[in-house]
């Protein structure tokens, strides 16, 4: 995806294919692999007015702690003794 | 309608797994959804996962059983486990028996019964005196005269 230089922004240029939010993008799902109990999962890192809070962030917050409960759940004979 | 205000995250501290993290309260129309909220819980999560994997070999390892020993061995290995505390290791032996200790002596709870008794007469083991008799003093009134052939085999006769 383009993002608009601050030059074209400040003359207000239309361009095709642009992000129409000024610095704003989309993190990417498929960017972010999840390796828990194996490993450590890769989280994203939203940065303040430049990534958009899309809907899969929230959902990949839940898996990952559904993950966590899982984990513990089936070790939960060995964690409670 | 109130103006929305932004949660500063320096005043949620993360101490997990010392204690628990801290998250703010996010309260509709009077906080605005910062990316440092959710980053927030990214970091939880990460730290809580780093945790558990740090731990995963013991959190997964085998519950420990109570262990038997073979007969007669001394020492055993005690296999990797984890233990509750409540388990027991137990070493024995087919000889611990009361016949084979001797009488009023107890070994690992076992109290003997064996009496010492002297060779083939059934009798206490004799005594040498200073006139060359041998006494035995599980049979009274009674002692046997020896001469000495030779310092380690004595010569006994009957008197």
Known sequence: MKRISPKRLRRNLPEDNVVPTLTYYHLQAGNYPTAFPTALDAAPILKQKHTFIDGWIFNRMYSMMLSVQQYVLDNKTNIEV | ?159
């Not at chain 2, 085998?62 to 233990?83: K, N, T």
């Not at chain 2, 709870?109 to 040498?128: D, E, H, K, Q, R």
């Open chain 2, 1 to 159: 309608m109130p103006i929305p205000s932004h949660l500063t995250e320096s005043d949620y501290s993360k101490t997990f797994p010392t204690a628990l993290d801290e998250f703010p309260t996010v309260i509709d129309e009077q906080h605005y959804i910062d990316a440092w909220l959710l980053n927030s819980v990214f970091d939880s999560l990460l730290i809580t996962e780093q945790y558990l994997l740090d731990h995963k070999a013991n959190i997964e390892s085998p519950l420990g059983a109570d262990v038997i020993g073979d007969g007669g061995q001394l020492e055993m290995s005690i296999p990797a486990a984890r233990y509750s505390g409540y388990e027991t290791a137990l070493a024995w032996d087919s000889e611990l028996l009361e016949e084979n200790i001797k009488d009023g002596v107890s070994i690992f709870g076992v109290t003997g019964s064996y009496v010492v008794t002297g060779g083939a007469l059934g009798v206490s083991l004799p005594i040498l005196d200073a006139g060359g008799s041998w006494l035995f003093p599980s049979i009274p009134n009674q002692s046997l005269t020896a001469s000495v052939v030779a310092a380690s085999v004595p010569n006994v006769s009957a008197s």
